[in-house]
């Protein structure tokens, strides 16, 4: 493919300049939101409860979970908002005329959430840094990089694959409320599943939010419930079997193209 | 001179509708060609399909010689089409909504040629406006800029001028004239008949998913070299109502094929004791062979 005549860079622009022109609602908020968990929880279960068998403070582990639940609800919100807005406004038949192949729809959408993404994912951990200062000295950087790629990447194609299938903003709250919720805040975002019974404990492994959360905060920890090798292979196989959902879906023209 | 858009056999069914039942053109490059029927005739899915917006369930449409589907890049990159739908980014300024449908064909460094669009749309002024600020018109030049954009070889206009001032209609159709006479293929759908004669060389003419005529203007309008009865009255003798062409609220269209059948008409008027309000002769123009071929008369001469 001759890049200087491909299309996606511009698709990608498109996706950031939108989410950029309403920052006050795409990254403050989300950002002020994390702040308000951090303030009450850690307020409430700072003396309470013990992780990682006392190793870590509570405040300075929920942070990592906070981050990462940023990550990956930012990330949703970015493709489903934008290509629900498109379909909704009719504006959607831009990106359907010009030659834009599925794989540039795709690769173009899904960079735009990892940016959202990340973005806000690096604002609350700058203000939150403030109550922990310790978790700077990160051990691992890179796994928590790969964790926030590989998590952000699943959200936007799962944000993708929402848009797509709805016909109205209503199925996109539900989408998010009855999967993209439960799943996020029983993944082990507020609490070490060791702290849960056996039952949780074993569901929670079901849970491929589990692992992302987990293999995220291994990489401010060196700790973890999973060993880290397998979050990031569950991970990863996630994001590549979620990768070729959505691309097979972009290809079949369902409900874009009909 | 080659073809432009070349349809096959296309056939496309919406659930119970057959929204198009084998319909075959061809278009050659350079021609002002309309494409005209009632609403539900088919025009919108026909366009749709040659878009990559609908894809057909049987036969083959292709653009420039390429395969809307197996060679969907190329085809796009050949045409441009301007929607129906007034639709709009509310996130962008015009220039920034005419840079971003440029990017999305591969073209990064397009400003001169945005520049020029700005101005023969007139919108120059609203360049750094909000899309949302805009009236129905300038949004409707935007969507003709973007459709214009790529500078395709095809460009397809549905209902271009539906809901707009007169002002705009006038200097849309003399751009568009412009870029007709520098090559590019235009085709163009509308409700409005007068301006279907007043810009199309050729014409095709759907109804129910079907072509029922398709031939030059100057063909369609001698094939029903006959005229036309316009007739005030409280109603139309027996004998003559499967030739009415149209009415509405007391006001009769009438097809007669010579002089000699006005007498006929009058005669019957007489008999039935129908009062005559008012009763003017015109000549054919567009708008009464459209209503001839989908009355459903004259449907044999024109396949």
Known sequence: MNLSRAGWPTLLYKELLRFWKVSLQTILAPVLTALLYLLIFSHVLEANVSVFGGKVTYTAFLIPGLVMMSVLQNSFANTSSSLMQSKINGNLIFILLPPLSPLELFGAYVAGAMVRGLVVGIGVFAVTLFFAPSLLHMPHPGWALAFALLGSAILGSLGLIAAIWAEKFDQISAFQNFLIMPLTFLSGVFYSIHSLPPFWQTLSHANPFFYMIDGFRYGFFGLSDAPPTTSLAIVAGCAFALSLVTLAILKSGWKLRY | ?303
């Open chain 2, 1 to 303: 001179m080659s073809i432009a858009v070349e349809v096959v056999n296309v056939a496309r069914r919406f659930g119970r509708v057959q929204a198009l039942d084998g319909v075959s053109m061809a278009v050659e490059e350079g021609e002002f060609f309309g494409l005209l029927g009632p609403n539900g005739a088919g025009k919108t899915t026909l366009i749709s399909i040659l878009a990559g917006l609908t894809r057909a369930d049987a036969g083959k449409a292709r653009i420039l010689g390429h395969d809307v589907v197996t060679s969907y890049r190329a085809a796009r990159r050949a045409l441009g089409v301007v929607p129906q739908e007034l639709v709009f980014d509310p996130f962008f300024t015009v220039r920034e909504t005419l840079e971003i449908q440029s990017g999305y064909f591969g073209l990064r460094d397009n400003r001169a040629w945005i520049d020029e669009l700005l101005h023969h749309l007139d919108l120059v002024p609203k360049a750094d406006a909000n899309m949302r600020s805009l009236s129905g018109g300038m949004k409707r030049r935007v969507l003709v800029g973007q459709a214009l954009v790529h500078k395709p070889s095809v460009i397809v206009l549905d209902e271009p001028t539906a809901g707009v001032d007169v002002e705009l209609r006038q200097s849309l159709w003399t751009f568009i004239r412009k870029l007709n006479r520098e090559g590019h293929t235009i085709i163009l759908t509308t409700h409005y008949l007068e301006e279907a004669e007043a810009l199309c060389g050729r014409i095709a003419m759907l109804k129910a998913g079907k072509v029922v005529a398709l031939d030059t203007k100057q063909n369609l309008l001698s094939r029903f070299a006959g005229l036309t009865v316009r007739l005030v009255a409280e109603r139309v003798p027996v004998a003559w109502q499967p030739r009415v062409l149209r009415q509405d609220a007391g006001i009769f269209l009438i097809g007669i094929d010579r002089y000699g059948d006005l007498e006929m008409l009058l005669a019957a008027l007489r008999i039935e004791g129908i009062a005559i309000g008012e009763l003017a002769l015109q000549e054919t123009d567009l708008e009464q062979v459209f209503l001839r071929i989908m009355g459903g008369q004259g449907l044999e001469a024109a396949q």
